[in-house]
């Protein structure tokens, strides 16, 4: 039985980033080769970044990616390394994966179904190369094969796709099989989203038997370039059945997973390591991952929340907290400050246990502050402070009723009359989100940090969010997220993520507290509930249906009664037609789900339209 070891490994890139990118790439390298790996399969665009967005529309992107895979080929001895990169041909741009070998170029593979989907726009730089066609391309005088290739390694031959090639009905895998291709080799960057692993996994597994062949997966990692999270995915299948795995959302800056196959022949394989993949872990791991990224990518020095002791500032405090206890447990104490760039905090975190450590790290990194009015209860208040105990931030407090009253009688000076709740209740309300944001952003200035802001997809959707309040925010986490989901998740994150501090906020009734107290004010008299909220909403806009569609298919799952149902759906076609604004304005946010609310990466919506006039005169004349 003749055997080739093969592997696949993940890198955390950053777009532009040509020399951290090579470094990474190289210690991949050496790393593999260290292992006797034969063949290491690298991401899609590796040497670039894959986000790097209208950069591939210029000339020197192509020139400077050239230019660093000719640095990288000198240190390919003794392996064969596929790995991506942005490549001009004959004048037209296009998504590549080259081979090496021994310190020479084979040759590249031309990527040929272009992702135009969701938050995909590679059209836009680059053009699909045509099946079954190669050419020769110049590179300092010397001419190589570009187009669609197999190569020929000992007694087999490998081909390849690339990412969005693999999940098309029509694809290359399917003539690789006809010319009795024996391995598929996929270089990826397959953005994260809940439960898509199990997809992932399925299409490796699925394409190794139909195909007859080993299949080779390697996808990007980490928050490449703010929005979208790459999970660092490797799979190695053999005619169906999964032979390796690696653990995924890693903190490292690569990973890399090989095992030895029998390429042409039978074998037997032990079962790959098993990992936790439901939605609530899925959701701490990816959200951990992407705010520390976006924090040491960023070069800053921390984050600073106005914590209220709700929901929303809550579950973003706590993955905070996740942030740096899986940096510890992967990383050590020292390696993760060096990581986010906190090396002046080593000393003083030496000799320490990892949980003191944790705590104490959060000190320095996470500032929250409480910031109250007359509005504000006794049990949201014990609810952000016990949090902020429980994680270790710095925590302040003050209450901000001397800028509302400055606000209030200056309007009132203006307009020469006295602000009533029954006649200015929107503009009372908001007042006191807006004067929050000027001295927690002057905090974030102070600390040099990132102002977390706390919108969620809900109410994203029906723009209940006080723009340049508790909109405000360098990045916002849960933007993508829904609200039922994340009231859901804090109690199963009190249990299995140990926080007993977030029993407080899983006692409290969601309320934005903008009303006076006797008022009872919460967010779902003010909607809807939220469990309703997230079944709208995916058929409205993940599915694209129409109002009395969605209403047609909510009623027959007997979720509430027509009636209400009917005024729920028509509420939110109209708050979601007249807010889009905000929504344009929301702080950038990470993509968690298999879809989201941002006119950047996903949703295009008019700002101004008519609000879906005639869609619900149909709706309620039913």
């Not at 974030?444 to 990132?450: E, K, Q, T």
């Not at 249990?495 to 967010?523: C, F, G, I, S």
């Not at 604004?581 to 702080?587: D, L, T």
Request: proline content about 3%; hydrophobic content about 40%.
């Amino acid at each position: 039985m003749s055997k080739t070891r093969v592997g696949g490994a993940t890198l955390n890139q950053t777009p532009l980033d040509w020399e951290g990118n090579r470094k990474n790439i190289l210690e991949a390298l050496k790393k593999a080769q260290k292992e006797k790996v034969e063949i290491l399969c690298l991401p899609e665009l590796a040497i670039s970044g894959y986000g790097c967005e209208d950069n591939f529309l210029s000339d020197w992107i192509y020139r400077q990616a050239l230019k660093s895979l000719l640095q990288i080929v000198p240190h390919c001895n003794d392996i064969i390394v596929v790995v991506g990169l942005p490549y001009k041909h004959n004048d037209i741009n296009f998504n590549v994966a080259c081979i090496i070998k021994d310190k020479t170029i084979l040759g590249f593979y031309a990527k040929q179904n272009l992702a135009l989907d969701g938050v995909h726009y590679e059209p836009r730089w680059f053009k699909k190369w045509p099946s079954e066609v190669i050419e020769q391309t110049e590179i300092d005088g010397t001419f190589y094969d570009i187009g669609d290739l197999i190569i020929t390694h000992k007694d087999f031959t490998f081909g390849f796709e690339i990412c969005e090639d693999a999940w098309r009905k029509i694809r290359p895998a399917i003539k690789l099989s006809q010319k009795g291709v024996d391995m598929i080799l996929n270089p990826s960057a397959s953005h994260f989203a809940f439960g898509k692993t199990i997809d992932r996994e399925n299409l490796v597994v699925n394409s190794s038997s139909e195909f007859n062949c080993t299949y080779v997966y390697a996808n990007l990692l980490g928050n490449e370039a703010g929005r979208m999270i790459y999970d660092g995915e490797i799979l190695l299948a053999k005619k169906g059945k999964l032979i390796q795995r690696n653990d995924w959302l890693s903190f490292k800056n690569f990973n890399l997973v090989y095992s030895d196959i029998d390429i042409t022949g039978s074998q037997e394989f032990d079962n790959p390591i098993e990992f936790s993949r439901n939605k609530n872990t899925e959701f701490v791991k990816a959200s951990s991952l992407a705010l520390f990224d976006y924090l040491r990518k960023s070069r800053s020095n921390g984050f600073v929340l106005s914590l209220s002791g709700g929901a929303d500032s809550s579950s973003i405090a706590i993955m905070v907290s996740e942030m740096v206890r899986r940096g510890i447990e992967q990383l050590g104490i020292e390696g993760f400050l060096i990581k986010i760039n906190r090396s002046d905090l080593i000393d003083k975190e030496k000799g320490k246990e990892s949980q003191a450590a944790a705590k104490s790290i959060m000190n320095d990194l996470m500032t929250c502050a409480y910031q109250g009015t007359v509005n504000s209860s006794d049990e949201t208040f014990n609810s952000a402070k016990k949090l902020a105990e429980d994680i270790g931030a710095t925590f302040y407090q003050w209450t901000i009723d001397d800028e509302v009253n400055s606000y209030t009688s200056k309007i009132e000076n203006a307009i020469g009359r006295k602000l009533s709740w029954e006649k200015d209740d929107l503009a009372l309300q908001n007042i006191q989100a807006r004067s929050r944001s000027p001295i927690i952003w002057m905090l974030a200035n102070i600390n040099n940090a990132l102002l977390l802001t706390t919108s969620n997809r809900s109410e994203g959707d029906v723009g209940y969010a006080t723009m340049d309040g508790d909109t405000s925010g360098s990045i916002s986490p849960i933007a993508a997220v829904d609200k039922y989901f994340i009231i859901n998740w804090l109690k199963w994150a009190e249990k299995e993520l140990n926080y007993p501090a977030l029993n407080y906020v899983n006692k409290l009734t969601p309320t934005a507290e903008l009303r006076p107290l006797e008022n009872n004010q919460t967010d779902e008299d003010d909607l809807m509930p939220y469990s309703i909220i997230v079944e709208i909403e995916k058929e409205a806009i993940r599915n694209h249906r129409s109002p009395l569609e969605v209403f047609k298919i909510l009623a027959q799952r007997n979720l509430e009664e027509k009636e209400l149902l009917r005024s729920h759906v028509t509420k939110f076609f109209k708050m979601w037609s007249r807010n889009q604004w905000k929504r344009e304005r929301i702080a950038p946010s990470f993509h968690l789900d298999d879809f989201n609310i941002d006119p950047r990466t996903w949703c295009r919506f008019p700002i101004l339209s008519s609000g879906f006039e005639e869609e619900l005169k149909e709706l309620n004349n039913l």
